[in-house]
């Protein structure tokens, strides 16, 4: 049984750094794709980053390219999501999710990830 147990979350200012934690059990995850999704309230879900780190291949969202910084460390089968300069904008619910099909790129759908974890809360102050 595969599970992703996430981390990190938290109440910050504008401007703090946090990071995340997803911890994957069950199975690996090197060459699949492995990220981070968000909701805001009353928004639908959206993609944020992730990566194929057997590739060193990663993929972000506009809004925060140069912001955030995605990781995986491969005997620990787990995914980091350093996130800088924090904006109210990034208040959200965030989601570690991964990708049972080996694709040869990095999908930003949802529906596409088969395995996800509970939720880590993160809400920046202005």
């Known amino acids: 049984q595969v599970q992703l147990v996430e981390s990190g979350g938290g109440l910050v200012q504008a401007g703090a750094s946090l990071r995340l934690s997803c911890a994957a059990s069950?199975?690996?995850?090197?060459?699949?794709?492995m990220g981070w999704f968000r909701q805001a309230p009353g928004k639908e879900r959206e993609f944020v980053a992730a990566i194929r780190w057997r590739f060193a291949s990663t993929y972000y969202t506009d809004s925060v390219k140069g912001r955030f910084t995605i990781s995986g460390v491969n005997a620990k089968n787990t995914v980091y999501l350093q996130m800088n300069s924090l904006k109210p904008d990034d208040t959200a619910v965030y989601y570690c999710?991964?990708?049972?099909?080996?694709?040869?790129?990095?999908?930003?759908?949802?529906?596409?990830?088969?395995?996800w974890g509970q939720g880590t809360q993160v809400t920046v102050s202005s």
């Open positions: 999710a991964a990708d049972k099909d080996l694709k040869g790129y990095i999908s930003t759908v949802s529906a596409d990830y088969d395995y």
């Open positions: 069950g199975r690996t995850f090197s060459s699949h794709a």
